[in-house]
């Protein structure tokens, strides 16, 4: 099962594009039995600055089974959660955690914590193959479920 354990954003500046500190591995801060490999995230910091120049943004790392899988960022607006940024690492790729957290955030949506869930995709090809199939239908600029 897919948990989200918050972080701060400027650990995650830190420690994915500026990679202060000459990380290969490392843990998360609040429990160090969650480990991560660095350089297996291909994200560029371009592809996230415009959820990093949002305060209200909440990072969070996509774990299980003590391994740190991906990185998300998403915002609660009072009725809808806007998922700003989401990245699987290259490694666990191709194996479902995409859709496993993609499920989780759907289900919070199913559950009426939120009317409606909101994306952003930049990449229109991954809308297409990736979300779509998930329910998400497009409504201008966004994808809604």
């Not at 400027?10 to 994915?16: A, M, N, Y």
């Not at 500026?18 to 371009?46: M, Q, W």
């Not at 979300?131 to 600029?141: Q, S, W």
Request: with cysteine; aromatic share 18%; glycine share 6%.
């Amino acid at each position: 099962m897919i948990t989200l354990k918050p972080t701060k954003r400027d650990i995650i500046f830190d420690r994915f594009f500026e990679k202060k500190n000459n990380y290969e591995y490392f843990y998360y801060e609040e429990d160090p039995t969650v480990e991560c490999d660095i350089e297996l995230f291909g994200y560029s910091k371009f592809a996230c600055d415009a959820a990093y120049e949002d305060s209200e943004v909440q990072w969070n790392y996509i774990v299980k089974d003590h391994k740190i899988l991906g990185i998300t960022a998403i915002k609660n607006d009072g009725n809808n959660l806007k998922i700003k940024f989401l990245e699987i690492n290259s490694k666990f790729r191709g194996h479902g955690f995409g859709s496993e957290t993609m499920e989780y955030f759907k289900s919070l949506k199913d559950n009426n914590q939120y009317k409606a869930i909101l994306l952003y995709p930049k990449d229109k090809e991954v809308a297409e193959y990736f979300y779509k199939p998930l329910g998400f239908k497009e409504n201008g600029k966004e994808l809604i479920y």
